[in-house]
């Protein structure tokens, strides 16, 4: 019985991970076209990933903040 609800709650607890980083990678795959590369160089490669990564991680930072209401305010 002990093993059962530790399982169980191992089981759970794995499951929010996994679908918290799941959605990530769902958003990256819809938004941005997937893991496709057309760069030949590992250094290109490496430097294309993480610009693009950059650009979602602003992308979600900019739905983050509209969605709280701080929104940008010009001057």
């Given at each position: 019985?002990?093993?059962?609800?530790?399982?169980l709650?191992?089981m759970?607890?794995?499951?929010?991970?996994?679908?918290?980083?799941?959605h990530?990678?769902?958003?990256?795959?819809?938004?941005?076209?997937?893991?496709?590369?057309?760069?030949?160089?590992?250094?290109r490669?490496?430097?294309?990933?993480?610009?693009?990564?950059?650009?979602?991680?602003?992308?979600?930072?900019?739905?983050?903040?509209?969605?709280?209401?701080?929104?940008?305010?010009?001057?």
């Open positions: 019985m002990i093993v059962q609800c530790f399982l709650c191992w759970v607890r794995r499951a929010k991970t996994c679908s918290k980083v799941e990530v990678f769902a958003g990256m795959q819809m938004v941005m076209g997937g893991k496709f590369t057309r760069c030949i160089g590992l250094a490669v490496q430097s294309w990933w993480c610009l693009r990564d950059l650009a979602f991680n602003f992308l979600r930072f900019m739905q983050h903040e509209y969605r709280l209401g701080n929104r940008w305010k010009t001057v």
